[in-house]
């Protein structure tokens, strides 16, 4: 009999996903007036070392989707891997009929719950948008198989530092513009906050028309407030 | 005597480039009772024949619900139908599983004819003695299609297979270029006229046959009989009485065909 | 190093109670993990046929796959029996289902409303390994400990000792059993942070199926 122990495996040669290695950190996810907006900073951490600094989070997932990750960067290339294979197969019937966002998000939705149920995770929190026959879509998955869409989704940090400010500023009718705003404001609260953010990052849009992921940018940043240059002023005792 | 050496098995080649065993097995969709199917932009009718095999048992059932936007009727072996249509249902239930979302017709229909292919070219198989008209929708739109034992689909706009079927053929190739743009209720109508060709002079009622609808907003459903009586009272199919009554005596009802029983 | 878990709680509450002639099914929609709330509007309360729904907290892949579970059985009942599955013969299918996976269980916490073949409303009550009982009323997830007791108080059921059996069911009517439901939510409310945001109410009777919403506190 395979006690739970066995099921996880033992740290010397397990062939499955015990801890993470190569990792991203936050994805934001909002929907504007045209469709869906997505945003993500391009480092890659090795534990707590920041390793590499171009990867590339978002990948457009046939014509009606987007999808951003963050968590193990190589499990994120395998499942687009998967999906590669899934938009192909989809394209090769060539009858008029093609996934959506919502045939996406359930499909994934089902590889990461499979994979859970084999105690051999892959170990992403996926952020999945799109928009097709003029409904946005927007929703997420996580390692374990949790999945919920929402008008405003995050992934890592961003639910604990990004979400309350998408509470408080989201509204349906965001124009391009002011949703890029509001993406801006909560990626720089990351910056500041979340060690593995990098300040660069790439803002990606799916409407009706397609997929644009945008050029990496960097955000300006000041660090001149008060609480950064004396963190302790104002908290008597502590270091 | 002379006989076939070349169909004794499905595998076999005759020396015309034909393969016996699935002509034979394409007979037996011939000799089932009549199924008909027609469709316009929105909707989809499907209509049967139903003979019972004596006066004290029921009839088979011939049209079976895949899903809410798929449904089939059979000519043929009900037998090897059923099985079939068990496995439509079970795909279907699958994709939605998966996707949350309707499985398209036209790819369920072509793993079901890969299914059939499958069966004329193994020794130890035989072919499905069965022809099934697929009616459904999906995001392409209204779609009829007719499977056939060995292999081959088609996608039409009306059709009819089974026992006597030419005539329902030759009624739909006379009316179909209006059907694109029919109302449900004209669709019905002409499925149940069609129906009615096939009969030959016998009496349409509602007790020989059944009709289902799947349209955009109308999930898949076999109409109840009370409704199909109504109907075909309302467009008047019934025979037009006494004019022919003579004829009508000698024209006993035929058997049913050996397939059906 | 934190390890991997298959499990998350991501909370929330459901309550069910039956009547004569009707059957109330009710459940928050907020969904957490640990100190995060996840959504404000996720629906717990799946219908599973005509009159039978299934409102379920715990973890929320678990609970979605269960429910897929469960609505692709009743297609294939459907499909078979060319008729909608009565509420007890659902209930003893997600008792089946549920121990099914008894050594790697779903971590999910269900009660089951609906009305029986009779049109009497009935509640069936788990645990999370499929151990089940025809109830009157039953509370089920984070919020259960805060509301049972009060439904206790305030419906007291025959014994199920009593012989001859007594019906179950509450006498209360359907407004009043309604009313009593947005109370404890609200209550269970105060106190639960793995409760709140809105409250879905499903009511079952003859006429069929009326849904009702009522904000809840969303701190």
């Known amino acids: 009999m395979t006690s739970v122990e066995g099921l996880l495996g033992c740290e010397q040669d397990s062939q499955r996903t015990l801890s993470p290695y190569v990792t991203g950190t936050s994805v934001i996810g909002i929907k504007y007036k045209d469709g869906i907006l997505m945003t993500a900073d391009m480092g890659g951490s090795y534990g707590s070392t920041l390793r590499y600094k171009s990867v590339e989070r978002m990948k457009s997932i046939g014509k009606h989707s987007l999808l951003g990750a963050s968590g193990e960067i190589s499990d994120f290339q395998e499942i687009l891997r998967y999906l590669d294979e899934l938009i192909k197969y989809d394209n090769m019937w060539d009858d008029g009929n093609s996934f959506g966002p919502k045939e996406i998000h359930n499909y994934l939705t089902r590889i990461m719950y499979n994979r859970r149920n084999k105690f051999d995770p892959l170990w992403n929190s996926l952020v999945l948008g799109g928009v097709k026959n003029g409904q946005k879509y927007l929703g997420t998955v996580s390692m374990i198989g949790v999945h919920f869409e929402d008008n405003h989704v995050a992934t890592g940090f961003g639910n604990h530092l990004a979400r309350p400010i998408l509470r408080d500023e989201w509204k349906e009718d965001l124009s391009y513009e002011e949703a890029v705003k509001l993406l801006e404001k909560c990626m720089r609260v990351l910056l500041y906050r979340d060690r593995s953010a990098i300040n660069k990052l790439q803002v990606a849009k799916i409407t009706e028309e397609g997929v644009t992921i945008s050029q990496p940018y960097s955000l300006k940043t000041f660090w001149g407030f008060n609480a950064f240059q004396n963190p302790s002023k104002g908290a008597e005792g502590t270091w | 005597m002379f006989r ?258 | 190093m934190a390890r991997f878990s298959p499990y998350d709680n991501n909370g929330g509450t459901c309550v069910a109670i039956a009547g004569a002639d009707y059957c109330v099914i009710a459940a928050d929609t907020r969904m957490s993990t640990g100190y995060s709330i996840l959504t404000r509007d996720y629906s717990k309360i799946c219908k599973l046929a005509d009159k039978c729904l299934l409102a379920s907290s715990g973890f929320q892949a678990d609970v979605r796959a269960l429910q897929k579970v469960l609505s692709s059985r009743h297609l294939v009942y459907q499909h078979q029996h060319n008729k909608q599955m009565s509420c007890p013969a659902m209930g003893q299918l997600l008792s089946n289902t549920l121990y099914y996976k008894r050594f790697f269980p779903y971590y999910a916490f269900n009660v089951l409303g609906g009305l029986d073949s009779e049109g009497k409303g009935c509640v069936f009550t788990y645990d999370a390994v499929g151990s089940y009982e025809r109830v ?84």
């Open chain 2, 4 to 261: 076939n050496q070349y169909d004794t098995d499905v595998t076999t080649w005759s020396p015309q480039g034909r393969l016996f065993q699935v002509e034979y097995a394409m007979e037996a969709v011939k000799q089932g009772s009549a199924a008909i199917g027609l469709r316009s932009k929105t909707y989809i009718v499907l209509a049967s024949v139903n003979k019972a095999n004596s006066e004290l048992s029921s009839h088979q059932k011939k049209i079976f619900k895949v899903d809410d936007h798929i449904g089939v009727a059979i000519a043929g072996l009900t037998a090897d139908g059923r099985v079939l249509s068990r496995y439509l249902r079970s795909e279907c239930i699958n994709y939605s599983f998966t996707y949350e979302s309707p499985l398209p017709v036209g790819r369920l229909v072509v793993q079901l004819a890969d299914k059939a292919q499958v069966c004329t070219q193994r020794s130890w198989k035989r072919p499905y003695g069965v022809g099934l008209l697929v009616a459904g929708l999906d995001e392409s739109g209204a779609h009829l299609y007719y499977n056939c034992p060995s292999g081959n689909y088609f996608e039409y706009q009306a059709f009819a297979i089974g026992s006597r079927s030419q005539a329902a053929k030759t009624y739909l190739e006379r009316k179909f270029e209006s059907f694109m743009d029919s109302s449900r209720e004209d669709l019905i109508k002409h499925a149940l006229f069609a129906i009615k060709e096939t009969l030959q002079g016998e009496k349409l009622t509602s007790s020989i046959c059944t009709v289902a609808v799947v349209g955009v907003e109308e999930p898949f459903h076999i109409l109840d009989q009370k409704t199909i009586q109504e109907l075909i009272e309302s467009f008047e199919i019934r025979e037009e009485e006494v004019a022919d009554e003579g004829a009508a005596m000698q024209e006993q009802s035929p058997e049913p065909a050996p397939m059906d029983i």
């Open chain 3, 136 to 219: 009157g009323y039953s509370a089920q997830g984070s919020g259960s400990t805060l509301i049972m007791p009060v439904l206790d108080n305030q419906l007291k059921s025959p014994s199920p000792l009593l012989l001859p059996a007594k019906d179950a069911v509450t006498p209360l009517s359907e407004n009043e059993a309604v009313d009593l439901v947005k109370d404890v939510f609200a209550s269970a409310t105060e106190r639960d942070i793995y409760t709140g945001d809105r409250v879905e109410i499903v009511i079952v009777n003859a006429e069929g199926i009326r849904r009702e919403y009522i904000e809840l506190r969303k701190d």
